[in-house]
């Protein structure tokens, strides 16, 4: 199994990335709280992978902490909650916002994630309970502020920051309307993201 890879930026998106290692390109799906700490093309990148085997595909998972990783593997763990929703629970909560929500069995911050209805997030909260008591909501998660944020794609940040919101299944024109809102105070494709986020965890 993969656990982590160490290599060379080649390609990024909102949701994944591909990373050269000694020639061998790893396609790696990613949060969105990954993809804005990502650096520039052609440099170096270090990720915590989690290796999903399935029938029909082997997935990787990245990661730039290993309580990131650690947290998303006891998210799958709770009924109803694929990888998908997991990647979306760490888009659009930060580390220490989902262990206080855990803390707190606070519903109202996790049905504020597409795809979290109530049910899901009390059963959400009940599983993770006892098992996340030892973990401290005062886990830091690395800055980003001195992370090069180019956008890969020849779409405009506003165009990219969008479809990233799309992709965690809000509706565009909910995307376009925060995007619109933010982009008069914030540039680039991962800052427009962070903002957008935390204007409509509110």
């Known amino acids: ?62 990661f730039m902490q290993l309580a990131e990783r650690q947290l998303f593997r006891e998210l799958i763990k709770v009924s109803g909650i694929g990888p998908k929703v997991a990647l979306a629970l760490l888009s659009s909560l930060s580390l220490n916002a989902l262990l206080r929500a855990v803390q ?8 504020r994630v597409p795809g979290i209805g109530k049910k899901t997030a009390e059963r959400l909260l009940l599983d993770l309970k006892d098992r996340l008591k030892a973990w401290s909501a005062s886990v830091d998660t690395p800055s980003a502020t001195a992370v090069g944020t180019s956008p890969s794609l020849s779409l405009d940040p ?15 024109a909910d995307a376009a309307q925060v995007i619109k809102a933010v982009a008069e105070e914030v540039e680039g494709t991962s800052d427009l993201i962070r903002a957008a986020l935390k204007r409509l965890a509110r």
Not at 104 to 111: E, G, K, N, P
Not at 158 to 172: F, H, I, N, S, W
Request: aromatic share 8%; hydrophobic share 45%; glycine share 8%.
């Open 158 to 172: 506003q165009m990219e920051a969008e479809a990233a919101l799309v992709a965690l299944g809000y509706k565009p």
């Open 104 to 111: 707190q069995q606070d519903v109202a911050t996790l049905t």
């Open 1 to 62: 199994m993969i656990g982590r890879l160490q290599g060379r930026l080649i390609e990024k998106q909102p949701s994944w990335a591909l990373l050269d290692v000694q020639g061998v390109g790893y396609e790696v799906e990613l949060p969105l709280s990954v993809f804005a700490q990502l650096p520039e093309l052609d440099q170096p990148l270090t990720l915590w992978i989690h290796h999903l085997v399935r029938e029909d595909a082997q997935l990787l998972y990245g």
